[in-house]
Protein backbone atom coordinates (compact mmCIF):
# COMPACT_ATOMS: atom_id res chain seq x y z
CA UNK A 1 0.00 0.00 0.00
CA UNK A 2 2.53 2.63 0.88
CA UNK A 3 4.69 1.52 -2.11
CA UNK A 4 1.72 2.20 -4.00
CA UNK A 5 0.75 5.37 -2.87
CA UNK A 6 4.27 6.60 -2.65
CA UNK A 7 4.61 5.96 -6.99
CA UNK A 8 1.06 7.78 -7.52
CA UNK A 9 2.44 10.82 -5.71
CA UNK A 10 5.60 10.86 -7.52
CA UNK A 11 3.43 10.99 -10.72
CA UNK A 12 1.91 14.24 -9.25
CA UNK A 13 5.20 16.35 -10.57
CA UNK A 14 3.82 17.84 -13.91
CA UNK A 15 0.48 18.41 -12.63
CA UNK A 16 1.33 20.31 -9.59
CA UNK A 17 4.20 22.45 -10.26
CA UNK A 18 1.38 24.37 -12.31
CA UNK A 19 -0.79 25.10 -8.68
CA UNK A 20 2.43 26.37 -7.04
CA UNK A 21 3.37 29.78 -6.33
CA UNK A 22 5.47 31.54 -8.70
CA UNK A 23 8.06 32.02 -5.82
CA UNK A 24 8.47 28.15 -5.87
CA UNK A 25 8.15 27.56 -9.50
CA UNK A 26 11.97 30.24 -9.74
CA UNK A 27 13.48 27.62 -6.87
CA UNK A 28 12.60 24.25 -8.96
CA UNK A 29 13.41 25.84 -12.24
CA UNK A 30 16.83 26.95 -10.45
CA UNK A 31 17.65 23.62 -9.39
CA UNK A 32 16.79 22.12 -13.35
CA UNK A 33 18.80 24.75 -15.05
CA UNK A 34 21.68 24.06 -12.10
CA UNK A 35 25.22 22.63 -13.33
CA UNK A 36 25.08 18.68 -12.94
CA UNK A 37 28.87 18.98 -12.22
CA UNK A 38 29.10 19.62 -8.46
CA UNK A 39 28.90 15.49 -8.29
CA UNK A 40 25.11 14.64 -7.13
CA UNK A 41 23.61 12.26 -8.49
CA UNK A 42 20.20 12.45 -10.71
CA UNK A 43 17.44 13.88 -8.88
CA UNK A 44 19.22 14.96 -5.85
CA UNK A 45 19.64 18.99 -4.72
CA UNK A 46 23.36 20.28 -4.66
CA UNK A 47 23.94 22.70 -1.60
CA UNK A 48 27.17 24.42 -0.84
CA UNK A 49 27.20 25.24 3.54
CA UNK A 50 30.23 26.42 5.65
CA UNK A 51 31.15 22.82 6.08
CA UNK A 52 31.29 21.85 2.44
CA UNK A 53 29.00 21.09 -0.29
CA UNK A 54 26.61 17.69 -0.33
CA UNK A 55 23.24 16.86 -1.61
CA UNK A 56 19.97 16.23 -0.58
CA UNK A 57 16.66 15.13 -2.18
CA UNK A 58 12.79 15.33 -0.41
CA UNK A 59 11.11 11.87 -0.73
CA UNK A 60 7.42 11.52 -0.51
CA UNK A 61 5.63 9.09 1.69
CA UNK A 62 3.91 8.24 5.04
CA UNK A 63 6.43 7.17 7.96
CA UNK A 64 4.86 7.30 11.52
CA UNK A 65 8.38 7.09 13.43
CA UNK A 66 11.42 8.98 12.66
CA UNK A 67 13.41 6.14 13.26
CA UNK A 68 11.19 4.88 9.87
CA UNK A 69 12.05 7.61 7.73
CA UNK A 70 15.72 7.49 8.77
CA UNK A 71 16.27 3.64 7.93
CA UNK A 72 14.19 4.55 4.41
CA UNK A 73 16.96 7.36 4.07
CA UNK A 74 19.43 4.57 4.55
CA UNK A 75 18.53 2.71 1.95
CA UNK A 76 19.88 5.36 -0.70
CA UNK A 77 22.98 5.38 1.20
CA UNK A 78 22.26 8.91 3.17
CA UNK A 79 20.32 9.91 6.27
CA UNK A 80 17.70 12.29 7.82
CA UNK A 81 19.01 16.11 6.57
CA UNK A 82 19.15 19.06 8.98
CA UNK A 83 18.08 22.96 7.67
CA UNK A 84 20.93 25.09 7.69
CA UNK A 85 19.08 28.00 6.91
CA UNK A 86 15.52 29.59 5.65
CA UNK A 87 16.15 29.00 2.14
CA UNK A 88 16.56 25.70 2.58
CA UNK A 89 13.76 25.65 4.15
CA UNK A 90 11.97 26.93 1.38
CA UNK A 91 13.44 24.58 -1.23
CA UNK A 92 12.13 21.66 0.67
CA UNK A 93 8.75 22.88 0.66
CA UNK A 94 8.29 23.59 -2.90
CA UNK A 95 10.20 20.22 -3.63
CA UNK A 96 7.60 18.42 -2.01
CA UNK A 97 4.60 20.57 -2.31
CA UNK A 98 5.42 20.06 -5.93
CA UNK A 99 5.33 16.10 -6.20
CA UNK A 100 2.00 15.64 -4.03
CA UNK A 101 -1.59 16.75 -4.66
CA UNK A 102 -2.03 17.56 -0.72
CA UNK A 103 -1.59 21.35 0.02
CA UNK A 104 0.10 20.61 3.40
CA UNK A 105 2.47 18.23 4.81
CA UNK A 106 5.13 17.45 7.51
CA UNK A 107 8.62 16.54 7.43
CA UNK A 108 11.07 14.68 9.31
CA UNK A 109 14.43 16.34 9.46
CA UNK A 110 17.25 15.09 11.19
CA UNK A 111 16.47 16.66 14.55
CA UNK A 112 16.38 15.55 18.36
CA UNK A 113 16.26 16.53 21.26
CA UNK A 114 20.18 16.94 23.40
CA UNK A 115 19.96 14.83 26.52
CA UNK A 116 20.39 17.88 28.61
CA UNK A 117 16.83 18.80 27.49
CA UNK A 118 15.10 15.55 28.04
CA UNK A 119 11.84 15.67 29.83
CA UNK A 120 12.45 19.86 29.97
CA UNK A 121 9.86 22.23 28.87
CA UNK A 122 11.01 25.51 27.75
CA UNK A 123 13.40 27.12 29.99
CA UNK A 124 16.32 29.50 29.85
CA UNK A 125 18.86 26.16 29.56
CA UNK A 126 16.59 24.24 27.10
CA UNK A 127 15.09 27.03 25.10
CA UNK A 128 14.47 27.32 21.17
CA UNK A 129 17.91 26.98 20.30
CA UNK A 130 19.38 24.94 22.41
CA UNK A 131 16.80 22.09 23.39
CA UNK A 132 17.44 20.34 19.66
CA UNK A 133 20.47 19.27 18.07
CA UNK A 134 20.78 18.24 14.24
CA UNK A 135 21.43 14.73 13.69
CA UNK A 136 23.02 14.28 10.37
CA UNK A 137 26.39 15.18 11.44
CA UNK A 138 26.58 17.83 8.71
CA UNK A 139 24.45 20.55 9.22
CA UNK A 140 25.80 23.55 11.57
CA UNK A 141 24.62 26.26 14.05
CA UNK A 142 21.28 27.68 15.03
CA UNK A 143 20.35 29.24 11.29
CA UNK A 144 17.96 26.14 11.11
CA UNK A 145 15.96 25.90 14.32
CA UNK A 146 13.16 26.95 12.41
CA UNK A 147 10.31 26.67 15.68
CA UNK A 148 6.92 28.53 15.59
CA UNK A 149 6.45 30.78 18.62
CA UNK A 150 6.14 28.78 21.82
CA UNK A 151 7.85 26.07 20.37
CA UNK A 152 9.97 23.59 21.64
CA UNK A 153 7.21 23.14 24.16
CA UNK A 154 7.57 19.68 24.99
CA UNK A 155 3.87 19.76 26.24
CA UNK A 156 3.86 15.84 26.99
CA UNK A 157 7.97 15.74 28.18
CA UNK A 158 8.58 13.65 25.23
CA UNK A 159 7.92 15.14 22.21
CA UNK A 160 12.14 14.43 21.27
CA UNK A 161 11.86 14.89 17.31
CA UNK A 162 9.62 17.58 15.28
CA UNK A 163 8.04 17.94 12.22
CA UNK A 164 8.75 20.51 10.13
CA UNK A 165 5.42 22.07 8.21
CA UNK A 166 5.38 22.81 4.39
CA UNK A 167 2.20 24.21 2.89
CA UNK A 168 1.08 26.80 -0.23
CA UNK A 169 -0.59 28.57 2.37
CA UNK A 170 0.72 30.40 5.35
CA UNK A 171 -1.04 28.28 8.01
CA UNK A 172 -2.96 25.74 8.57
CA UNK A 173 -5.42 25.38 11.63
CA UNK A 174 -6.43 22.18 13.58
CA UNK A 175 -6.39 23.24 17.19
CA UNK A 176 -4.00 25.45 17.09
CA UNK A 177 -2.52 27.38 13.95
CA UNK A 178 0.26 25.92 12.65
CA UNK A 179 2.90 28.05 10.39
CA UNK A 180 4.38 27.09 7.28
CA UNK A 181 8.08 26.83 7.27
CA UNK A 182 8.56 26.15 11.03
CA UNK A 183 8.97 23.29 13.36
CA UNK A 184 7.03 21.71 15.93
CA UNK A 185 7.85 19.29 18.47
CA UNK A 186 6.65 16.02 18.56
CA UNK A 187 7.09 12.68 19.66
CA UNK A 188 9.32 10.78 17.66
CA UNK A 189 7.07 7.62 16.75
CA UNK A 190 3.79 10.44 16.36
CA UNK A 191 0.87 7.78 15.46
CA UNK A 192 -1.39 10.94 15.07
CA UNK A 193 -2.76 10.34 18.47
CA UNK A 194 -1.88 13.39 20.25
CA UNK A 195 -4.41 16.33 21.19
CA UNK A 196 -2.79 18.38 18.29
CA UNK A 197 -2.25 16.17 15.38
CA UNK A 198 -4.96 13.70 15.57
CA UNK A 199 -7.41 16.41 13.78
CA UNK A 200 -4.58 16.78 10.67
CA UNK A 201 -4.56 13.22 10.04
CA UNK A 202 -6.66 13.69 6.88
CA UNK A 203 -4.89 16.41 5.70
CA UNK A 204 -1.31 16.15 6.14
CA UNK A 205 1.28 13.49 5.20
CA UNK A 206 4.67 12.68 7.02
CA UNK A 207 7.12 13.23 4.04
CA UNK A 208 11.14 12.79 4.40
CA UNK A 209 14.22 14.60 3.29
CA UNK A 210 17.41 12.72 2.97
CA UNK A 211 21.27 13.87 2.68
CA UNK A 212 23.66 12.14 0.98
CA UNK A 213 26.67 10.48 2.16
CA UNK A 214 28.05 10.59 -1.12
CA UNK A 215 29.24 14.45 -0.99
CA UNK A 216 29.96 16.53 -3.87
CA UNK A 217 33.62 18.08 -4.83
CA UNK A 218 34.76 21.03 -2.81
CA UNK A 219 38.23 23.09 -3.30
CA UNK A 220 40.37 21.56 -0.96
CA UNK A 221 42.44 23.27 1.64
CA UNK A 222 45.99 22.10 1.98
CA UNK A 223 47.95 23.56 4.85
CA UNK A 224 48.08 21.93 8.35
CA UNK A 225 50.21 23.28 11.43
CA UNK A 226 53.41 21.43 12.37
CA UNK A 227 53.11 18.17 13.96
CA UNK A 228 49.75 17.70 12.35
CA UNK A 229 48.81 15.40 9.23
CA UNK A 230 46.96 16.23 6.55
CA UNK A 231 44.15 14.29 4.36
CA UNK A 232 42.41 14.84 1.77
CA UNK A 233 38.00 14.35 2.19
CA UNK A 234 34.71 14.89 0.78
CA UNK A 235 34.13 18.16 3.10
CA UNK A 236 37.64 19.57 2.30
CA UNK A 237 40.92 19.34 3.89
CA UNK A 238 41.58 18.09 7.33
CA UNK A 239 44.10 18.01 10.08
CA UNK A 240 44.56 15.64 12.45
CA UNK A 241 46.88 14.55 15.15
CA UNK A 242 47.09 11.58 17.97
CA UNK A 243 47.85 12.63 21.49
CA UNK A 244 48.37 10.66 24.31
CA UNK A 245 46.88 10.57 28.23
CA UNK A 246 44.10 8.94 29.79
CA UNK A 247 40.81 11.04 29.64
CA UNK A 248 37.04 10.53 29.22
CA UNK A 249 35.87 11.40 26.26
CA UNK A 250 34.39 14.72 27.28
CA UNK A 251 38.13 15.57 28.57
CA UNK A 252 39.78 14.28 25.51
CA UNK A 253 37.07 16.80 23.61
CA UNK A 254 38.35 19.93 25.72
CA UNK A 255 41.77 18.92 24.78
CA UNK A 256 41.24 18.31 21.26
CA UNK A 257 39.12 22.24 21.90
CA UNK A 258 42.28 23.41 23.21
CA UNK A 259 44.01 22.50 20.40
CA UNK A 260 41.44 24.58 18.14
CA UNK A 261 40.08 20.83 16.65
CA UNK A 262 37.54 17.97 18.16
CA UNK A 263 37.77 14.20 18.58
CA UNK A 264 38.30 13.11 15.13
CA UNK A 265 36.28 10.49 13.05
CA UNK A 266 37.62 7.87 10.74
CA UNK A 267 37.26 8.33 7.24
CA UNK A 268 38.60 5.24 5.14
CA UNK A 269 41.60 2.33 6.33
CA UNK A 270 43.98 4.98 5.71
CA UNK A 271 43.30 7.44 8.55
CA UNK A 272 43.15 3.76 11.18
CA UNK A 273 46.80 3.08 9.97
CA UNK A 274 47.61 6.80 11.00
CA UNK A 275 45.99 6.48 14.13
CA UNK A 276 47.57 3.19 14.76
CA UNK A 277 51.24 4.55 14.19
CA UNK A 278 50.26 7.23 15.58
CA UNK A 279 49.33 5.72 18.90
CA UNK A 280 52.29 4.22 18.96
CA UNK A 281 54.38 7.31 18.35
CA UNK A 282 53.56 8.96 21.37
CA UNK A 283 54.48 5.42 23.73
CA UNK A 284 50.77 4.09 23.88
CA UNK A 285 50.94 0.52 22.05
CA UNK A 286 48.88 -1.69 23.40
CA UNK A 287 46.60 1.16 23.93
CA UNK A 288 43.43 2.79 22.32
CA UNK A 289 42.13 6.27 20.94
CA UNK A 290 38.64 7.70 21.43
CA UNK A 291 37.62 8.42 18.15
CA UNK A 292 34.83 11.31 17.34
CA UNK A 293 31.43 8.90 17.29
CA UNK A 294 28.49 8.88 19.51
CA UNK A 295 25.28 6.70 19.54
CA UNK A 296 21.82 8.35 18.76
CA UNK A 297 18.95 8.80 20.79
CA UNK A 298 17.00 6.20 18.99
CA UNK A 299 19.94 3.69 19.71
CA UNK A 300 20.22 4.35 23.46
CA UNK A 301 18.31 1.44 24.81
CA UNK A 302 18.97 -1.02 22.12
CA UNK A 303 21.56 -4.05 23.27
CA UNK A 304 23.45 -5.64 20.37
CA UNK A 305 22.31 -4.19 16.80
CA UNK A 306 19.05 -5.00 15.00
CA UNK A 307 17.44 -3.58 11.69
CA UNK A 308 17.32 0.13 12.71
CA UNK A 309 20.70 0.08 15.02
CA UNK A 310 23.20 -1.51 12.78
CA UNK A 311 26.96 -2.30 12.82
CA UNK A 312 26.69 0.93 10.16
CA UNK A 313 23.99 3.41 12.15
CA UNK A 314 24.25 2.88 15.69
CA UNK A 315 26.77 5.06 15.73
CA UNK A 316 26.82 8.87 13.96
CA UNK A 317 30.19 10.88 13.38
CA UNK A 318 30.27 13.91 15.65
CA UNK A 319 33.50 15.94 13.68
CA UNK A 320 31.41 17.74 10.66
CA UNK A 321 33.91 16.03 8.66
CA UNK A 322 33.75 12.33 8.43
CA UNK A 323 31.05 10.78 5.93
CA UNK A 324 29.61 7.74 5.49
CA UNK A 325 29.87 4.57 6.78
CA UNK A 326 33.33 3.32 5.49
CA UNK A 327 35.05 3.83 9.02
CA UNK A 328 32.76 2.00 11.23
CA UNK A 329 35.25 -1.15 11.44
CA UNK A 330 34.27 -3.22 14.62
CA UNK A 331 35.72 -6.07 16.65
CA UNK A 332 33.63 -9.09 16.36
CA UNK A 333 30.35 -8.58 18.76
CA UNK A 334 30.42 -5.38 18.29
CA UNK A 335 29.04 -2.79 19.39
CA UNK A 336 27.20 -4.11 21.91
CA UNK A 337 25.94 -1.31 24.20
CA UNK A 338 26.45 -3.16 27.00
CA UNK A 339 25.26 -0.66 29.50
CA UNK A 340 25.22 2.87 28.23
CA UNK A 341 28.14 2.46 25.74
CA UNK A 342 27.16 5.76 23.53
CA UNK A 343 31.28 5.91 22.59
CA UNK A 344 33.68 4.15 20.39
CA UNK A 345 37.64 3.32 21.49
CA UNK A 346 39.82 2.34 18.64
CA UNK A 347 42.50 -0.30 18.93
CA UNK A 348 45.84 0.11 17.87
CA UNK A 349 46.74 -3.97 18.08
CA UNK A 350 44.07 -4.15 15.53
CA UNK A 351 42.51 -0.64 13.88
CA UNK A 352 38.93 -1.98 14.80
CA UNK A 353 36.57 -0.32 17.50
CA UNK A 354 34.86 -1.28 20.62
CA UNK A 355 31.73 0.69 21.92
CA UNK A 356 32.63 2.02 25.45
CA UNK A 357 31.25 4.31 27.93
CA UNK A 358 31.98 8.32 27.54
CA UNK A 359 32.72 8.20 31.64
CA UNK A 360 35.52 5.33 30.94
CA UNK A 361 39.25 6.27 29.85
CA UNK A 362 41.10 5.56 26.74
CA UNK A 363 45.35 5.80 26.76
CA UNK A 364 44.93 8.63 23.76
CA UNK A 365 42.67 10.50 21.67
CA UNK A 366 43.04 11.58 18.10
CA UNK A 367 41.97 15.25 17.25
CA UNK A 368 40.93 16.91 13.59
CA UNK A 369 40.38 20.35 12.47
CA UNK A 370 39.64 21.85 9.04
CA UNK A 371 42.44 22.69 6.67
CA UNK A 372 43.44 26.02 6.14
CA UNK A 373 44.02 27.59 2.49
Known amino acids: ?85 KNEGAYIQAAILAQVPQTSGSLWTGLQRTKKC ?40 DQNCALFLASKAASIVARGTYFAGTYED ?22 LICISTALSYVEIAMKCPDGWTWFARSRGGWCMKVFAGAFTNLGAEAKCNEEGAVIAGVQDSKEVKFMIEG ?33 KTSFYWTDDSTTGFSGFKWLAGEPNNMGGQDCIQLF ?26
Not at 54 to 78: H, I, L, N, S
Not at 186 to 207: D, I, Q, R, W, Y
Request: glycine residues 10%; neutral net charge.
Open 1 to 85: MQKSSTFILLLCVVSTLADCPAAWKTILNAQREESTSNGCEADWKFFKRPSGGWCMRVFPGYYEAQADAEKACRTVDATLSGLQN
Open 118 to 157: LGQKLTVTCNNLTSFEWTDNATTGTGGFLFQDGQPDNKSL
Open 186 to 207: VNCVTGFNSENLAPMKSSVLVF
Open 279 to 311: LRAVGQTGGSLWVGAKRPMACWSVVGVNKVCTA
Open 348 to 373: EGTGLMDDLKCTAQTKGYVCGKTAQF
